[in-house]
Each structure stands twice: as structure tokens, then as C-alpha cells.
């Protein structure tokens, strides 16, 4: 069973708006959050991440928002650019071995 | 070049073969790992390794067999390949450390199809 969902397949969004990606977990022992991008034909890169003990985390034009009591997560890009066009995975991990669990990926499509 | 590369990036074969995907790293991390993605169903850990002489199975290692012949090179084999192997395969690193550390890079993959 999955412990990582990402219940939106794909996700449309207007050039200059905010694009909102929603992960959701069961794990609550998972301490750490990642998100990765992946463009076609590439391995997916790291984005960005957040501590079970931050409830924010921001680095330039995305922000990562941890809701532990919902067991939430959520990646806003804001303002969205085309070569955001992509494939997003939400990503989990629990110390001390610190093995990844993935959800199924939202892909982004930015329309100029 | 890149950091982690993975051969070959594209294979077809057929039923009943041996195949084996190789990976290779030059971040001089101890870690690396073993994933096929399908769509749907986003990453799914095979195997991973903690260093040379640590082997561990993941979420989905039935049909797989691994090899980490040095801190660089990890391998992937499929003794009898089948159609439903037929998957995208990302070889991973980490350093291991924890917190931000525990970033892992992937390599480019290898889609592999089984006729």
C-alpha cells in the first residue's frame, strides 16, 4: 500500500499564477519531505525539502508547507514559468535508514 | 559530465533473457539505490546499498538481483526478464548523512522493455 499520495494526476496552470501540489502520507513516523522535479528523458532532480520539525520552507519562487496533524504536504510555485512544465514527486523518509517512498507524481503543465 | 550514469539508456529484449543494467557514480557517495518506475505508480525501491558490503532488498525485489562491485558501480539483473518488467529504472545515490543530506541523485535511467 501506498504510505506517499499525490491524488492529483495533473495539474494545469496559467504563466505568472500560483501552481498549488498537494502530497499526502500515512507514515507518521516519516521525519523528512522532498520534492522532485522530472522533465521527460531525465532522471527526476531534487527541488526541495522540509523537516518534520519546520512547518515551512521556502527557496526562491517555491515553498513547501508540512501540515503534520493532517498529515499534509503541499509545493507552491509562485509566479509559474514554463520550464516548470514537469513531472512533480512528493517524496517521504523516516531516520534512521532514511529510504525514500514516492508518491505517483502530478504532472504540471504551465500554458502561456 | 554526468554525476550518475546509468547502461544501457534503452533495451528491448525478449522473455526468458538475462539483462543487466549497470550505474555507475562519481559523487563518492556510499549509498545507492535501485528504483523502476510504472506509470501510476510513481518510484519504487528494488534494492538499495549502504556500502560495499550491504545489500537490502526493497518494496518490489522479486525477479531482481543486484551486484556492488565498488563504492561507484551498482548492477541490476533480471535472470528471466518478463513483459510486466517492462519499466522505466533510475539508479540513485545518497551520501547518507541524514537531514538534507539525504537528497538522492538519479541518474538518467534505462527504459527497458520486455517483447
Known amino acids: 500500500d501506498q504510505q506517499v499520495k499525490q491524488n492529483s494526476p495533473s495539474l494545469s496552470v496559467q504563466e505568472g499564477r500560483i501552481s498549488i501540489l498537494n502530497c499526502d502520507y500515512t507514515n507518521s513516523m516519516f521525519d523528512y519531505f522532498l520534492w522532485y522535479k522530472k522533465y521527460p528523458a531525465e532522471g527526476p532532480t531534487f527541488l526541495i525539502s522540509i523537516s518534520s520539525i519546520k512547518d515551512k520552507n521556502e527557496d526562491g519562487r517555491f515553498t513547501v508547507f508540512l501540515n503534520k496533524s493532517a498529515k499534509h504536504l503541499s509545493l507552491h510555485i509562485v509566479p509559474s514559468q514554463p520550464g516548470d512544465s514537469a513531472v512533480y514527486f512528493c517524496a517521504a523518509s523516516e531516520s534512521p535508514d532514511y529510504k525514500l517512498s514516492f508518491g505517483a507524481g502530478t504532472t504540471v503543465t504551465v500554458r502561456a | 559530465d554526468a554525476d550518475v550514469t546509468q547502461t544501457p539508456r534503452n533495451r528491448i529484449t525478449k522473455t526468458g533473457k538475462r539483462i543487466m543494467l549497470e550505474c555507475s557514480q562519481t559523487?563518492?557517495?556510499?549509498?545507492m539505490y535501485w528504483y523502476r518506475q510504472d506509470p501510476g505508480l510513481g518510484l519504487q525501491l528494488i534494492y538499495y546499498?549502504?556500502?560495499?558490503?550491504?545489500?537490502n532488498k526493497g518494496e518490489i525485489s522479486d525477479g531482481y538481483s543486484v551486484s556492488r562491485q565498488a563504492q561507484a558501480k551498482f548492477s541490476l539483473s533480471l535472470e528471466s526478464a518478463i513483459p510486466n518488467q517492462t519499466a522505466l529504472y533510475f539508479c540513485?545515490?545518497?551520501?547518507?548523512?541524514?537531514?538534507?543530506?539525504?537528497?538522492?541523485?538519479f541518474g538518467p535511467g534505462t527504459r527497458l522493455t520486455v517483447l
Open positions: 546499498s549502504f556500502d560495499v558490503k550491504d545489500i
Open positions: 559523487k563518492g557517495h556510499d549509498r
Open positions: 540513485a545515490t545518497s551520501s547518507g548523512r541524514g537531514g538534507v543530506y539525504n537528497e538522492q541523485f
